[in-house]
């Protein structure tokens, strides 16, 4: 489908022999609570490594938020802003990245209004993160916000005209959600929307302090916004193999998140902690203690350029400001196109 499509990278534009032009990325985060360290690694530190070969509009998606906290909103921008320091932190150049807070943006609350009026609610009562929210938050009387989850991030994709969304595994079939609505679109009114593609991320989900998927949502997080001292209180508190009951019990380095984690932030020494953990030689106790050290290790230098960028509030706004800016022009040729192939413009 892409291939077809004229700018796209592969095709060069005969009249004006213009260079190929990148390829388009939108991935986001929501404003639910502060960034962790599975974010970090699973997200921001791969969209870092993308922002050279393509154009990147990195998102922070408040109204996504809104879905799950609209009792009390009176943390999201605060959220908001703490996310745009970590997306600094980690690297994310505002000169070849745009930052894009969702709500500064128009475009994406206005296609995602009108993307809700061609898709089925069947296709929404299906996914299985509607079922698993309501059910992990208690939500008896659930929004049509929330249900309207996927709508809105399948505009926040297409008003890009995105050629790749990059997901991890577990993500893809959100992905097909916001193709089969793009194919709905296209057939209804035209060739607009580009179907994106996936862009698999290989990163092992990293483990919260309970052994769960760390997550915003289970409140097992070491946050990235977090302080040595909040490492060296949080890792002792975390889930170890609960067949390893003292010291010299025999472990399973593979079922401990303590390992997990060591093997993420220390590859060289995890294959002697293995050893020694699988014979018996290394405690849990002692273990964490050796990691709390090297995840403050790991941290130290991103710790700095984040106190670094939280200090300078203006330099955050201008950032801000000119993501919006330029979402604002790149959604506004999406929207043109829409409008006018609904025969509304
Ligand atoms: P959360 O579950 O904390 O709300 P999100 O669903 O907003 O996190 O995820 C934002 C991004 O961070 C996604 O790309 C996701 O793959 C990545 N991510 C979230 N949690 C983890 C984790 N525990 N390990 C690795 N990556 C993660």
Redesign the pocket.
Known sequence: MSSLRPGNPACYNPLTMSQPRKKIIF????A??R?????L????R?WVRLQDEYELYAGIVDLHSLTTTFDDTSEVLENVREAAIDYLAAGLDPDKTAIVIQSWVPAHAELHTLLSMITPVGWLERVPTYKEKREQLHIANPSYGLLGYPVLMAADILVYRADVV???R??VPHLELTREIARRFNHLYGNILPEPQSLL?E??????LDGR??????DN?IYLSDSPDDVRRKVPDMFTDPTKLRKNDPGHPDQCPVYAYHLAYSPDTAPEVKADCEAGKLGCVDHKRQLADILIEAMTSYWERRAAIAADPDRLDAVLQDGARRARDKTAETMDLVWKAMKLR
Request: glycine share 14%; proline share 6%; hydrophobic share 35%.
């Open positions: 991935s986001a985060m929501q639910t609570g960034l962790h360290l599975g974010n690694e699973g997200a921001l791969n990059p997901v991890g577990d993500q991320t990163f092992a989900l990293l483990p919260g998927k760390m997550s915003k949502s289970y997080c």
